[in-house]
Each structure stands twice: as structure tokens, then as C-alpha cells.
């Protein structure tokens, strides 16, 4: 009798190991959908604090070629300001933690001491529609 047991419960496990794997991959599959949407965020320090800017993959292509951060930081250089979205942390209506777009910003070349990318745990929300 402890054998069977034994294979039941293996089955069982194993069925509960396949359960979740096919789990996994639809959420990470969800996640790659929501990712190519999703703008890059940049973490900015500037001589008030410090804020978090999201930009489309379309704003950053057109400020020219290399690392994402030198591309910004030479185009608020050459510019001499940059607008883009605010983001903060927000409450979906699920009760779910997220970053969400708040209002533009324009960062002035005077104000900005540090601009780095910033990696995100939270879903990312895309802006608004302008």
C-alpha cells in the first residue's frame, strides 16, 4: 500500500509541476506583449529630488545611436530641455501595484544633475494617448 501512495502522490506532483509551468509561461508571454508597449523609464535626478520619466522607444531612437542614457543626456545637452512623462506608483482597479503616467514634464539642462536607466518590478503602464 505505501507504494502506491508513493506513485500517487508523484503523479500528482508532477501533475501540480506542470499545472504551474504552463502558468509561468503564459504570464511571462503577457508580460513580453505588455513590455514592447511599455515606455523606457529613466530615474532623474535633478537639484529638487528626484523624478521618474518614461519615453517611448520612438522619442529615444530619434535622439541618435549608443546607450539609451547617453542619447538622452546629449539630447538635453544639445536642446537644452527635454519633455516627457512623470510616472508614480498607482492602485489598478484590482487593488494591483503599478506605474502609471501622471502629467509631463519638461526637464530644463540647468536642473538635471544625474539621468539613469531605472528597471521596474511594477507592470508599466503606457501614457496616455496625447
Known sequence: MPARIDTIS??????LGLLFTSAASRVSAARARSASNSPS????????GDLLIGLSRQDI?????GPEADR???RIAAEGSLTAWRYVTRRGADGTTRLAARDRVCLLR???LMLEPHAS???VLPPPPA
Open 10 to 15: 508523484m503523479l500528482q506532483g508532477l501533475a
Open 41 to 48: 523609464l529613466f530615474r532623474v535626478v535633478t537639484m529638487r
Open 61 to 65: 531612437a530619434a535622439s541618435g545611436t
Open 72 to 74: 538622452l543626456a546629449g
Open 110 to 112: 540647468q536642473d538635471v
Open 121 to 123: 518590478l511594477l507592470p
